[in-house]
């Protein structure tokens, strides 16, 4: 937007710059400065002359006949340019360049308001179809980057605009720009003075995001915060179990994920996820191995599903120049996702940095979103992260693989070796 504005700007002056030298009375030049014209040009001529003598062109009596010939113009030339009085000096037409300065640029606007598109200009308007285009599944990082940008605007003039804050949170959160988006959803928290449970849950997202995925202090205390308003918040309650799980309280994990385990559909794939979490949990407060809790979350999901439709078998190996940076006991997300869309994964599978290298098969059993599995897709991307706090969303510092768009049922393993740190 600020390139636009200088363009135009630019143009404006331009336009100026070709007409104000003449209303002020700033022209052209009288006799003297003619005759310095014919000199220059004698010079020149001569120098031509005496270059074709030198290579033979002419003879001595060709240059000497050229040259007086040449004499005679310039001063017959000189003689007129002499002559010449100076024409008189121009009175500075003041009012007509002023009513110039004035009436191209409102010319200029008027044109482009009527024919053009000053409509587009607004933030407002901009971040409003950015806002339509996101809510349509457009999450081209550039459309929620302008969207972000008309809502800043927005807000600097109404500031008590909560849905607009909410969004401008929303819409750094997409870009991963989270200390930008815990700022957002501060103001939104202090214009609905910690009253919105959602509010507060993404509030306490965030700033558990920009900490590196850490729930411990101001996060868990949101969370907390957000439970009381409403102890049935969804967001909240998966937090406050990840928030036990992260400070090792595994009977508090498996106790959120299973509350709100029972507000799931009965049979959705996504109570079978918070199943598989819960159970995992379960067993390790217990004192089962991470190892163990794993295979026991597997085996409560293996019944419920059986593998439907395409699938993508992938095999999975660590650089070796990354290994030192990270712990056996380190969660591995082995994913594939849509090529286009929410970037929810339609099937996951979780094993341990302990476990690498190994080979898994994503199918239909995974799917985290009922209707979104990937038996329905032309093409996934394939993907394979390690996540330090065990978040199922990426973190700065997380180490990752993406495969190229690949085509569910092909016969062939995707190969992915995780040697990429997440920005």
Do not use: C
Request: aromatic share 4%; glycine share 8%; net charge positive.
């Amino acid at each position: 937007m600020m390139l636009f504005w200088a363009i135009l700007v630019l143009m404006v002056l331009a336009a100026l710059a070709a007409v104000l030298p003449a209303l002020l009375g700033r022209g052209g030049g009288g006799g003297p400065a003619r005759a310095g014209i014919h000199r220059a040009l004698f010079r020149k001529r001569l120098g031509e002359l005496e270059a074709d003598l030198a290579d033979g062109t002419l003879s001595p009596e060709q240059f000497e006949q050229a040259r007086a010939d040449l004499e005679r113009d310039t001063l017959d030339a000189l003689e007129h340019a002499g002559s010449e009085a100076p024409p008189p000096p121009r009175r500075p037409r003041w009012v007509t360049a002023l009513v110039v300065v004035v009436a191209v640029p409102l010319v200029a606007g008027t044109l482009y308001r009527i024919y053009g598109g000053w409509a587009l200009l607004s933030p407002e308007t901009r971040a409003r179809l950015a806002a339509e285009a996101v809510a349509q599944g457009d999450n081209d990082p550039a459309l929620i980057r302008d969207m972000a940008v008309g809502l800043a605007e927005h807000l600097k003039a109404h500031p008590g605009d909560l849905q607009g804050w909410v969004r401008l949170g929303a819409a750094y959160r997409a870009l991963k720009e989270f200390a930008p988006a815990a700022r957002a959803y501060a103001h939104a928290y202090r214009l609905t003075k910690g009253r919105d449970a959602a509010v507060i849950a993404d509030y306490a997202e965030v700033l558990a995001l920009d900490r590196g995925n850490r729930l411990a202090g101001r996060p868990a205390e949101l969370v907390h915060q957000a439970l009381q308003v409403d102890p049935d918040q969804p967001k909240a309650l998966w937090l406050a179990g990840w928030a036990a799980f992260q400070a090792h309280e595994y009977g508090a994990a498996a106790a959120a994920w299973k509350r709100l385990e029972a507000r799931a559909p009965r049979g959705s794939d996504v109570a079978r996820i918070l199943q598989r979490e819960v159970v995992r949990a379960q067993a390790l407060a217990r004192g089962a191995t991470p190892a163990e809790a794993a295979a026991a979350a597997r085996a409560v999901s293996a019944p419920h599903a059986a593998a439907g439709g395409k699938a993508v078998t992938v095999r999975v190996s660590l650089d070796p120049r990354l290994a030192a940076r990270t712990h056996p006991d380190e969660t591995v997300f082995i994913f594939a996702r849509a090529v286009r869309g929410p970037p929810l994964p339609l099937a996951v599978v979780r094993r341990r940095v302990k476990d690498l290298p190994l080979t898994v098969t994503l199918d239909d059993r995974q799917a985290m979103v009922p209707g979104r599995t990937l038996s329905t897709q032309h093409e996934v991307i394939v993907g394979a992260r390690i996540s330090p706090s065990g978040n199922p969303l990426p973190a700065k510092g997380d180490l990752q693989a993406l495969s190229a768009p690949v085509t569910p049922g092909r016969k062939a393993a995707v190969q992915l070796t995780i040697d990429q740190v997440v920005p």
